[in-house]
């Protein structure tokens, strides 16, 4: 069955010099700085002041539980979803500064079994994951939901892959007239 898997241009070189999509956390339980209380979700001051400088505290939870490839089975349109922005700050000549990598912009068409494919708010619901944690999840993931989100708890080999293509470039592609999408084919072809 055809999934779409996304990720930032930054990263595009190293997934195809090895070969595969590789799993990540799948964000099966809250950061450890978040807390839900009686007045809504609250951030540590431990990690805003962190955050101010750079240097954030460790999040105990964030490689615990599974780990997994995220799918999508409709192709993104338009501008990518916040959880697949990552921002932060970068510490240049003794200045920190804002960055944004958009993980959206690079498009991984996929075929693999669908036997293998979990729905996320089924692995969720499986995991005993907080609802609140999945409405915060739910707000970054724009207009998509959870039910809109997929799951594979082991890596995608290239021989799995079907199409690369760079969003952006494909859209200005398209209205010139020339398609900046490659087959994984063409791609290896590149080397």
């Not at 996304?6 to 978040?34: D, M, Q, R």
């Not at 907080?130 to 021989?159: C, F, Q």
């Amino acid at each position: 069955m055809i999934f779409y898997h996304y990720t930032c241009v930054e990263h595009l070189e190293k997934i195809i010099e090895a070969g595969y999509l590789k799993l990540c956390e799948a964000n099966v339980y809250p950061p450890s700085y978040f807390q839900e209380t009686d007045e809504g979700i609250q951030i540590s001051s431990e990690y805003l002041e962190g955050a101010k400088t750079g240097q954030p505290p460790v999040d105990e939870n964030e490689l615990k539980g599974p780990h997994v490839v995220w799918l999508f089975k409709k192709r993104l349109t338009g501008k990518g979803p916040k959880m697949l922005l990552s921002t932060g700050t970068m510490n240049i000549s003794g200045s920190l500064v804002p960055v944004t990598i958009d993980k959206s912009r690079v498009e991984f068409t996929v075929e693999v079994p669908a036997s293998e494919v979990k729905r996320a708010d089924k692995f969720f619901k499986k995991h005993n994951t907080p609802d609140w944690w999945l409405k915060v999840m739910e707000l970054a993931g724009g207009s998509s939901k959870v039910k809109d989100w997929y799951v594979l708890e082991r890596t995608i080999p290239s021989n799995e892959w079907k199409e690369i293509k760079d969003r952006y470039d494909y859209r200005d592609a398209v209205r010139q007239g020339n398609s900046q999408h490659l087959t994984v084919k063409q791609l290896s072809n590149k080397k």
